[in-house]
């Protein structure tokens, strides 16, 4: 089975502050991909990262890192010094090779960042 | 390069109208997809298409839902008749992949409104 879990329903931090975000993952698939998404209040989906599952580096953009463990099968995301701007719905996604391209979402954190 | 273009960006409606939300996919792009957003049930795939042909529908509500994709570069999602609770934002995303490894490229959404 394919599923994302997001446990995280609502942060709230303190512009400066620090924050990561979970996002855990199932798959049967040996080869896979995991996205983040952003959904400003605007509305639009926005992409931020692609891993897949043969590279376990973590990736740094900015004040935006990510550290994937397949050991945890996590895949969580930091962001440092939070802005205002950084106030969205965050989405974790999956797809697997072999599951015929579909996308299997988490049920998103949303973040706020208190000026 | 435009990006996936929706249209409307907001509809308002009256139960049992006829609603046809349209999509145009990133040039080149061989996957479309419609999703629907709601607060309760988060984002859900309702039907995706590779090379124009319906790949799996079943995330189609049921049959007052229909989805068609007569070329590369447009797309439909038809609710006939619409009710209330078919109330939600509607996207359209692209991809270009055969394995799922394709990020998905988002519209802005359509902001549907069944009274």
């Known amino acids: 089975a394919q599923k994302v879990t997001q446990a995280q329903t609502e942060i709230s931090v303190v512009e400066k502050e620090d924050v990561t975000l979970d996002c855990v993952y199932e798959t049967r698939d040996t080869t896979y991909y995991l996205f983040w998404y952003k959904q400003p209040p605007s509305g639009e989906l926005v992409f931020l990262i692609r891993r897949n599952s043969f590279d376990e580096q973590n990736e740094i953009s900015g004040r935006y890192s990510w550290n994937f463990q397949k050991s945890t099968s996590s895949f969580n995301f930091t962001i440092t010094a939070s802005q205002v701007v950084d106030s969205a719905v965050y989405f974790c996604?999956?797809?697997?090779?072999?599951?015929?391209?579909?996308?299997?979402f988490g049920t998103g954190t949303s973040l706020t960042v208190i000026p | 390069d435009a990006g996936v273009i929706q249209s409307p960006r907001h509809e308002v409606t009256e139960m049992g109208q006829e609603v046809t939300l349209r999509c145009k996919p990133i040039?080149?792009?061989?996957?479309l997809f419609w999703y629907r957003q709601t607060m309760m049930r988060g984002l859900e795939l309702l039907i995706y298409?590779?090379?124009?042909?319906?790949?799996?529908d079943s995330g189609m509500p049921e049959d007052r839902f229909s989805a068609k994709m007569p070329n590369a570069s447009f797309s439909t999602l038809k609710i006939q008749p619409s009710e209330p609770r078919d109330s939600a934002v509607y996207f359209c995303?692209?991809?270009?992949?055969?394995?799922?490894?394709?990020?998905?490229?988002f519209g802005e959404g359509s902001r549907l409104t069944v009274l």
């Open positions: 298409f590779n090379n124009n042909v319906p790949i799996d």
């Open positions: 040039s080149g792009h061989d996957y």
């Open positions: 996604a999956l797809s697997g090779r072999y599951t015929g391209n579909q996308f299997y």
């Open positions: 995303a692209s991809s270009l992949s055969s394995s799922g490894s394709g990020e998905l490229f």
